[in-house]
């Protein structure tokens, strides 16, 4: 198991940027896929992003591609989520998540979760 801890959350007007991270703990951080998903009111969870254990591989789902970017820093233990262009319909609560085996595409997948940061986007 890997603790997480989401940061960078906040309120922003439409068409800006935030940085989200998070922070694990634990000696095999770089052995996990990382993901990042979100959770509106009244909407399923969704898989926003997600990185394999040294980066290599990405994906994201298709309403942030060309404006998300997930990356990691396993020495600092820690992965990013870069949002810009902004949108209302980006407002969410975000969390960050590990998957220890080898599938990474659906949140049954993540056994690791944070407590998640709101990202609040105004029009």
């Known amino acids: 198991q890997v603790q997480l801890v989401e940061s960078g959350g906040g309120l922003v007007q439409t068409g800006g940027s935030l940085r989200l991270s998070c922070a694990a703990s634990g000696r095999t951080f770089s052995s996990y896929y990382m993901g990042w998903f979100r959770q509106a009111p009244g909407k399923e969870r969704e898989l926003v992003a997600a990185i394999s254990w040294n980066g290599g591989l990405r994906k994201y789902t298709d309403s942030v591609k060309g404006r998300f970017t997930i990356s990691r820093d396993n020495v600092k233990n820690t992965v990013y989520l870069q949002m810009n262009s902004l949108k209302p319909e980006d407002t969410a609560v975000y969390y960050c998540?590990?998957?220890?085996?080898?599938?990474?595409?659906?949140?049954?997948?993540?056994?690791?979760w944070g407590q998640g940061t709101q990202v609040t986007v105004s029009s």
């Open positions: 998540a590990a998957a220890a085996g080898s599938r990474w595409s659906d949140k049954a997948d993540f056994g690791s």
